[in-house]
């Protein structure tokens, strides 16, 4: 048989076998049944291609736990709040500002939206300013504003679509570490990307106009 052929038949018995591989002693087993039917050639080929399909199926059950991870904080359990006690108007609409517990973003989208809202995203100056009045100096803030779906586009929780205001801070959004995602309001109360697991305070929107 000549190389080519033998190795197109080691490619169709990985691939036949592929889906059998979840663990050292299959990938043993594997390896013996393949030595007699390819030769000598082909078997360090077969070699190769397990310990590749290992090497993915180890970062398949690793993406796995971490999309679990992200579910679980999404989904965690926090107590409700009637919105019209809590919620104060500025401008023309309804805000909830933290001023007691910090929280990672996605913990804050949760708690905004059991409150009956969204994680606010200011949507002019005029407003940005009324928000600043009720904030405590010092202190940073999350937003309802991330780049998580595609870098450099920043998406409003709110609406789904492009934030309709954004005030930068000098030099943001630098993305630092890449891993810079979601917008908070800093103590200059100018916006910053920073990593979503960071734990800080938070402002919420009601939804709607009332």
């Given at each position: 048989?000549?190389?080519?052929?033998?190795?197109?038949?080691?490619?169709?018995?990985?691939?036949?076998?592929?889906?059998?591989?979840?663990?050292?002693?299959?990938?043993?087993?594997?390896?013996?049944?393949?030595?007699?039917?390819?030769?000598?050639?082909?078997?360090?080929?077969?070699?190769?291609?397990?310990?590749?399909?290992?090497?993915?199926?180890?970062?398949?059950?690793?993406?796995?736990?971490?999309?679990?991870?992200?579910?679980?904080?999404?989904?965690?359990?926090?107590?409700?709040?009637?919105?019209?006690?809590?919620?104060?108007?500025?401008?023309?609409?309804?805000?909830?500002?933290?001023?007691?517990h910090r929280v990672n973003w996605f913990s804050?989208?949760?708690?905004?939206?059991?409150?009956?809202?969204?994680?606010?995203?200011?949507?002019?100056?005029?407003?940005?300013?009324?928000?600043?009045?009720?904030?405590?100096?010092?202190?940073?803030?999350?937003?309802?504003?991330?780049?998580?779906?595609?870098?450099?586009?920043?998406?409003?929780?709110?609406?789904?679509?492009?934030?309709?205001?954004?005030?930068?801070s000098s030099g943001e959004p630098n993305n630092?570490?890449?891993?810079?995602?979601?917008?908070?309001?800093?103590?200059?109360?100018?916006?910053?990307?920073?990593?979503?697991?960071?734990?800080?305070?938070?402002?919420?929107?009601?939804?709607?106009e009332s």
């Amino acid at each position: 048989m000549s190389k080519s052929a033998s190795l197109l038949l080691c490619m169709l018995i990985v691939l036949y076998l592929q889906k059998y591989v979840t663990s050292d002693s299959n990938t043993a087993l594997l390896t013996q049944n393949s030595e007699s039917q390819c030769g000598g050639y082909c078997i360090s080929a077969i070699k190769l291609f397990l310990e590749h399909i290992a090497a993915n199926q180890q970062r398949w059950n690793a993406f796995d736990v971490t999309t679990l991870e992200c579910k679980a904080i999404l989904d965690r359990k926090v107590p409700k709040v009637k919105q019209k006690e809590y919620f104060v108007q500025i401008g023309s609409r309804f805000f909830y500002i933290e001023q007691h517990h910090r929280v990672n973003w996605f913990s804050a989208t949760s708690i905004c939206r059991q409150m009956g809202g969204y994680l606010a995203s200011p949507r002019s100056e005029d407003e940005l300013n009324g928000i600043k009045e009720k904030l405590t100096r010092d202190r940073y803030y999350w937003l309802g504003i991330s780049d998580l779906g595609n870098e450099g586009l920043f998406l409003s929780v709110a609406t789904g679509k492009m934030a309709s205001f954004l005030k930068w801070s000098s030099g943001e959004p630098n993305n630092r570490g890449k891993n810079e995602r979601c917008v908070e309001l800093r103590s200059d109360f100018l916006m910053n990307n920073n990593a979503c697991t960071f734990k800080t305070y938070f402002i919420c929107e009601a939804s709607g106009e009332s």
